[in-house]
Each structure stands twice: as structure tokens, then as C-alpha cells.
DNA sequence: CTGAAAGCGCTTACAG
DNA sequence: CTGAAAGCGCTTACAG
């Protein structure tokens, strides 16, 4: 039944190239991790048969026996899905931008380093995401972990036993974290509503009620409404899950009460963003005229929404790449520079706070450019 | 000067739990894996010492005992950036939502398998692609190649080596491929234009010339335009590459030269129809008025576009999934039941082609729904 | 049912 | 400079 077919030559091992280079195993080894000790001719004798046969070293092998696979494990949270969450947006949040581009960027760093990634996502309520996580750890020299995968007391435990970085956690004594700072571009993003535009009542659609970025945003968006004289809209019914799902959930149900909507929403991301936008647009009501919209994370659809979205810009992916450095500095299990690594953040104006439109040309030069201007 | 910190605590080996529950490592492993051999009491015994000392087998360990390492490699190639490329879309296509959305279905299915997904990236003309792809190889036990990894000669080699399960490629001797088919629904996206909306010009904006997918898609609309009665334009100034910045170019140059636009664009994917419409927008050029766009792919961000984007949907994810589940099949060294499996598709009309915007209530509704009405 | 031993494919002291 | 051997941490015939 099982239709085995001898078809595929098995790869060859390293006491196959020492056969066909006529010498001993731990000549091939030495010359294939470039210590000088060999001589010119044993070294040409080595490569041939290498070259030959297309050796590479089984890397479980290799990791066994050094003690390093080259390995990064990162893991984030999938949403799940429930009978009446809305349909329209469970595969644009089952794309996860914001975590798919920090992914990318530790991607790229991993690579500069002879690293590869391996990917895991425990769901929420996962009640075997403890040994989901550990499996991965197992298989990998380190974790970095995005927010949300586990909860504190576990992560303690855990990170006693292998280096982990989180990712807009907290650090702590045994985990470093990377994240970005949210408070001084959120108090700048406060006041131009309030000062440039005069807005007089600003609502928070907040995040995960316990993430530290959630946290920040919220107070730095209540502390300057306060002394701009704005009022500070919030509370339970303002509660999102950095989805698009629970922005298009908090709106819709503001709108079925008939409840009076703030002058401007600010959003705790941009996906919370996309969702507001897309049931304020459903319905006709008119963003920024009527309501104005922003965001946090400047995730590459931003732009491409109509208005586009303001927002405020974090280096994605150089997050991402912060976090494997720091990761690889733990993994001899060494000391790494700083526990609590911190990214600067922008506003990024668009059109959705009321600004105008940027000149075509302006667009076409792209983002960086208009920092300057 | 390394800050060696011995409070790291190494994690436990399965000596360390034989040792603790008074059997030999044996015994362990074997009630570890399920045997029903070990009676109750060391069945307990080592439960007991496993919890107490949180043992989880190393990875690699295993993997080299078993020849199995329950990871799956996936290679994906990365955009490089050249000086003139549009840097507004840098940071977009460095988010490749598609191929983001085929990974994260390919670790989802993975995940149920007791796998995990080993993600590495190659740019395009990176000499050394070939090692690079190989040491992935040699992390996992098969490989799922995203189109334009790998040369075919070279896949022709790696795939007599290890499991090569390809995507949007084309199935051979040794390799499997998972694609979505193009055609049909492509005649039917042509009909809806030529027929239903009455256009007579129809130009291609094509993906990378020698993808099976774009010429696919490119013969069925020139093919249906021709017995349609409506003019097929293409050619060396409409070739894009299947990213924004490629469909970006292509208009803007034919802007620039005041070339006649045709009445519809159709694009090879939705990432270039995104480009495409980004131009359009910043010229003031109205969509679908003046031109109507349609793209391929149906990624999430299609339908927060305005206009919303016409398109034909592939089941991303499901592309991912089915790629995992065939490579699977073929990880024994056993022979896969198809070497060729495509996916249905299906013409999402949203307002990009000339459509009516969709009602409120359907969008509530969320797609799927949308098909039904 | 259980343990001692071999083996998976590498790297690296240890001798020479 | 080079080889024989030990060891990395598991699993699984092989005996008992």
C-alpha cells in the first residue's frame, strides 16, 4: 500500500565524503568549519568530494553535537474564531500584518547570521500552549514570543530555561523585551487633534486591556486630552482586542444604539483602525468630516485606504531585527546589553485626522521623504 | 568580559529523569512515546519525575535518532531593492501578504501534525540561494518552495534529495505542485467585463513572465477578449512583476508618456492592481469611471480598497494547508497521490470593475455570503 | 515488562 | 597535520 519508491538517493554523510576524499571524518569536519589545520591537499581533497557528492551536514547531527541549531523560535498568538465574530475580517486578521512584518525582520536578521526561524502560533485559550511552546523551544537555541502567547508566571518559568525576548512585553530579570515607544508620539498625535484641529472629544478604542502598549497609549492620550481641555472618552464599550473585528464590533454597536460618536476615535492600532474605518464607510458617515480615525503601527495597507489613515509609524520590522539581535546575544547564555530596548516612533499625518491629501508628488516619493518636508 | 551568568539552569535530559524515577532511560523514552509496554508504576514513576522536572525531549536529539525532525521547510523569495524602485511601496512588499497568508496556512496544518514551519528567504539573483536552501534542507524534513526560488535544473536536483513540494510552479517527475486554477475564472472575470460592463479595451498587466500563473491567466483574457470582440492589449510596457511598485511603474510611465489608457486593466494579482491604483488615485484619475482595475489573489486588503477591488479569489490559505498535507504524503520517501493539485477559484465582483458598491448589509454579511446572493 | 547497548551523524579534545 | 575515539541526547532492536 505505502508505494515506497527507492527513487531518492539518500544524502550522502560525512563518512561518505571521507571515503570518496580518502581520509578520515574529522578531516572532512575541519575543513568543511574552516580550521586552518589542514594542509593545502588535504583541503583540496575534501572540497572535491564535497562538491562531488553535495554534501551539507545534517543539521540535527550538527546540533547535537555543538549544542546550537541555529535556530530562532518565535511564536504569536492566532485569533480564533467564534460563531458570531464578523466574517469579513477572519482572514485579513488570520494575516496579522503587524506580526507578519516583525517576522520578516527577524527573518532577515536571522539570516544575516546563519539563523533560520521556525514559526509557531498557539491560539487563544490554547490550554496546551505550554508544551506547543516548549516543543518549539526544544527544537530551536532561543524564543522571542509576541505579546500575548503566555502568561507571566509561565513565561518566568520558561525563560530559566532558555533566553526569550518578548515583544511589546515587560522585561524582567530573566526575559529582555523589545518594544516601541508609544507615549511621546501618542501626546503628539493628542495634541495635533486637539490644537491643530480643534477637536473637543477624543475616544480611545483601546487594545488587549493588559498590554503594557495599550497601557501607555491610553494614558498618554488621557493626559494630554486633560491639559488640551479635550474630553477623554473611554470605558468598556470601548474595548477592542487589536482586531479589525472588534473595532468594526465597538463602532457597530455605538451606531445600533444611536450613541453620539466622539469627534475623533483613536484607535490603539492600525488593523483596529481598518475595521472602524470599514463600518463608519458602510454606513456613509464621513471620515475625518464627521468623525476623524487613527491608528498606531503604520502597517503597509495604511496608505492604501481611502482617506488614508494617520497614524503613528513603528519600525516594524527593525523591531523584529532588535529582537534576534538581542536573542542571539543571550544565547551562550550571556548577559545581554539591555534588558529593555525601546524604538523611537513617528506621526505619520494622512488624511483620516482631517489633514489634506499630500501632493501627488509628494506620494510618489514615499514616506521617508515626507518626514522631511 | 562575556558575562557569563551561571543562573540558567540547563535544562534536564532524559538521564536526569531516569535517574529520578529509579528506571533506566529506556523506560522513559518508552512511556514518553506511547509504547503500551511499561506496566502502571513506571508508567506513573516516570510521569511523575517528567512533570517534577519539566522534561521535554531535546529536538534534535530526536530527530537524529527517529530521522524525523517534524519540520518543514518553506523558502520564499525576498524583493531586493534597487536605487529607483518606488520606495513607497518598500516596506509593502517586504509584507507579501500573499505569500504571508500561504505560510500561515502552511503552519497552521503543520501545527496539527505536530510540525513546525522553518521559514527562510532568498533575494532574487542571491548567488549563494542554492546553499542557503540546502542548509534549510538539511533542518527539515521536506521543502515547500514558493515560485521563482529556484531555478529548474537545480530544483530538479534538490528534489532527488529531499521532499520538494512547489507552489504556483509546475509539477514534475520528482516534485509536487500546489496551484489554484487561473483559467476559468479568469474567462469569467473577461465575460463579466467585455459582456456585463461592455469594455472593449482590456489590457494585461503582467506577473513575471515565465510564471505558469501569469501566462495562464494571460491566455485565458486574450483568448476570451478575442472571442468577445474586445481588444487585448499587452506587451513589453505592461510588464510588471507581481508587486505594487511593478503595477506603480508600468502607469506611471504610460502617464508620463500620455499614452490612451485601455477601459480596464486587468492585473496578474492583487498586489499589482494595489500599485495601479495607488497612481491612478494620486493622479486623479477616477476607478472604475475613467478605468476599471481588477486584480487576482483576493488578499485581505482587497476590499478596504475604494474602490473596493475586483478580483478572483484563491484559497490562500488552503493553498498552504494542501501544500503541507501533500508534502507530508511524501516525507516517507512514499509517492504523493497526486503530483498535480489545483484549487477552485472564484470571481469576487466588487465595485474596481464597475459594479455597484455592495450594500451595507451585505458587507455585514461578510463574503462567503456574497456568493450565495 | 525492562535494561544494556548500539546507532543516528556530526564535532572536538586527545594522542601521535 | 591527522586519525581513533568519545560524546552530544535521544530511540529501538536485542536479550533476558
Request: hydrophobic share 40%; net charge neutral.
Amino acid at each position: 500500500m505505502a508505494d515506497a519508491q527507492a527513487n531518492m538517493r539518500p544524502l550522502p554523510t560525512i563518512y561518505d565524503v571521507a571515503r570518496a576524499a580518502g581520509v578520515s571524518i574529522a578531516s572532512v569536519s575541519r575543513v568543511l568549519n574552516g580550521h586552518r589545520n589542514p594542509r593545502q591537499e588535504t583541503r583540496d581533497r575534501v572540497l572535491k568530494a564535497v562538491a562531488e557528492l553535495g554534501f551539507v551536514p545534517d543539521g540535527a547531527a550538527r546540533a547535537l553535537s555543538v549544542r546550537l541549531k541555529e535556530v530562532v523560535g518565535v511564536v504569536f498568538r492566532r485569533p480564533q474564531w467564534t460563531e458570531n465574530s464578523e466574517a469579513v475580517f477572519a482572514e485579513e486578521d488570520e494575516s496579522l500584518q503587524f506580526t507578519d512584518v516583525i517576522n520578516r525582520g527577524i527573518e532577515v536578521a536571522a539570516q544575516h547570521r546563519g539563523y533560520n526561524l521556525l514559526v509557531g502560533s498557539v491560539a487563544i485559550n490554547d490550554h496546551d500552549a505550554r508544551r506547543r511552546i516548549m516543543t518549539l523551544a526544544r527544537k530551536s537555541d532561543g524564543l522571542i514570543l509576541h505579546d500575548q502567547v503566555l502568561e507571566p508566571a509561565r513565561l518566568a518559568q520558561l525563560s530559566q530555561q532558555v533566553p526569550v525576548v518578548t515583544l511589546a512585553g515587560v522585561a524582567t530579570q530573566t526575559t529582555a523585551n523589545v518594544r516601541s515607544d508609544s507615549g511621546s508620539s501618542m501626546r503628539e498625535l493628542a495634541r495635533h487633534l486637539i490644537c491643530d484641529h480643534g477637536y473637543e472629544t477624543l475616544a480611545y478604542l483601546a487594545g488587549f486591556a493588559d498590554s503594557p502598549d495599550n497601557i501607555a497609549r491610553r494614558q498618554a492620550l488621557a493626559e494630554e486630552a486633560a491639559s488640551g481641555g479635550a474630553r477623554f472618552i473611554e470605558g468598556p464599550q470601548w474595548q477592542g482586542n487589536y482586531y479589525a473585528a472588534g473595532g468594526a464590533r465597538v463602532v457597530g454597536r455605538l451606531l445600533a444604539d444611536r450613541a453620539p460618536l466622539p469627534r475623533a476615535i483613536v484607535c490603539a492600532n492600525d488593523q483596529t483602525a481598518l475595521g472602524v474605518m470599514y463600518v463608519l464607510a458602510a454606513q456613509g458617515i464621513d471620515v475625518p468630516g464627521t468623525v476623524a480615525v487613527t491608528g498606531f503601527d503604520d502597517i503597509p495597507v495604511a496608505r492604501h485606504l481611502r482617506p488614508q489613515l494617520t497614524t503613528i509609524r513603528q519600525p516594524i520590522q527593525n523591531l523584529g531585527a532588535t529582537a534576534f539581535e538581542v536573542l542571539r546575544s543571550m544565547i551562550g547564555n550571556r548577559e545581554p546589553a539591555s534588558r529593555d530596548v525601546v524604538l523611537p516612533t513617528r506621526l505619520v499625518r494622512r488624511e483620516s485626522c482631517g489633514c489634506p491629501p499630500e501632493p501627488p508628488h509628494a506620494a510618489w516619493r514615499g514616506r521617508d521623504e515626507q518626514a522631511a518636508g
